[in-house]
């Protein structure tokens, strides 16, 4: 019930490619969702996030489509940059100021 | 934005002994401090919420003996973990949230411990 399910677990995309990570979760009284950018050996930075009121929120390169009905949500990454290398993760909570769950993560290499 | 510093970076230490983990929240006050670990190529794991003035909440399986606690102030939080063995060895790293600024969790750089 808590679980949110990431996928995929890796990820290769050309330069300029849109990679789409995307995340499933069965507890409807989730109401936050953003998404974490890591890089190796560093804390994970807030991309993006979301409330389900909205289906869609665009912040840069980066959007996340929301689909409450299906309880789903994905990342895509617009114009992706061999920068944009790093480990994504998905992530829900319940309320304001109560505990991340996260996915499992994906990691995302972007070929030049 | 929200800035949350933690410190040290990386620390060895010998089995057997205590390495504190300090987390601060610079630029906000965080009555609400989480601390997650994190195995090489895998997600972070909750381990516990630390509310400052009163008593952590551990996750299901986590050690409060081993991993002490200490939210002190509103803008630190420390976490100590105890007897320290090489199964400790990971990456440890704290959140914190700024309620003025709504939902986004700040996560601090993370601190590598490494028991030898």
């Known amino acids: 019930q808590q679980q949110v399910k990431q996928s995929p677990q890796s990820l290769i995309v050309q330069k300029g490619g849109i990679p789409i990570i995307n995340c499933a979760y069965e507890n409807t009284a989730f109401d936050y969702f953003p998404w974490y950018q890591q890089f190796p050996g560093k804390g994970p930075a807030l991309l993006i996030a979301i409330r389900p009121d909205v289906s869609e929120k665009k912040e840069g390169r980066f959007t996340i489509s929301f689909n409450k009905s299906a309880k789903q949500f994905s990342l895509h990454i617009m114009d992706s940059q061999p920068g944009d290398s790093a480990t994504y993760f998905c992530?829900?909570?319940?309320?304001?100021?109560?505990?991340?769950?996260f996915g499992a993560g994906t990691i995302l290499r972007v070929k030049s | 934005g929200a800035v949350v510093s933690q410190h040290p970076s990386w620390v060895i230490c010998k089995s057997g002994t205590s390495v504190k983990i300090e987390c601060r929240s610079l630029?906000?006050?965080?009555?609400?401090m989480f601390w997650y670990r994190q195995f090489p190529k895998q997600s972070l794991m909750l381990m516990a919420t630390s509310n400052e003035g009163s008593k952590a909440t551990y996750e299901q399986g986590v050690e409060k003996d081993k991993f002490l606690i200490n939210h002190a102030s509103l803008t630190l939080s420390t976490l100590t973990v105890t007897s320290a063995h090489p199964e400790d060895s990971s990456f440890y790293i704290c959140?914190?949230?700024?309620?003025?600024?709504?939902?986004?969790?700040?996560f601090g750089s993370g601190t590598r411990l490494t028991v030898v």
């Open positions: 992530a829900a909570s319940i309320g304001n100021g109560n505990k991340l769950v």
């Open positions: 959140s914190a949230r700024d309620p003025d600024r709504g939902y986004g969790y700040t």
């Open positions: 630029d906000f006050q965080a009555t609400t």
